[in-house]
């Protein structure tokens, strides 16, 4: 598994591809309710990350759901 390089805002980063065993990581994360920031410090990857990867898998939560809460429906 090799690091590659990719510009972002005129800045050169690394791009570290993902494991099977982290994307699997992501997956059980995401579904036990963890936000982006919370499964990106423990999986040490930027939030954009995150997003990237769990927007490609199609993991997405209900906004719905959320917009109201319980007592006012």
Same mark, same amino acid.
């Given at each position: ?13 690394? /791009? @570290?591809?993902?494991?099977? &065993?982290?994307?699997? +990581? !992501?997956? $059980? ?14 999986? /040490? @990857?930027?939030?954009?990350? &995150?997003?990237?990867? +769990? !927007?490609? $898998? ?16």
């Amino acid at each position: 598994m090799t690091d590659q390089m990719y510009m972002r805002c005129g800045i050169w980063q690394w /791009r @570290r591809p993902w494991s099977n &065993i982290e994307t699997g +990581r !992501l997956q $059980l994360l995401w579904e036990a309710g963890e936000t982006d920031e919370q499964i990106g410090k423990r999986l /040490r @990857r930027s939030v954009f990350s &995150i997003q990237r990867k +769990r !927007l490609t $898998l199609g993991l997405r939560r209900n906004a719905g759901a959320q917009a109201w809460p319980p007592e006012r429906l």
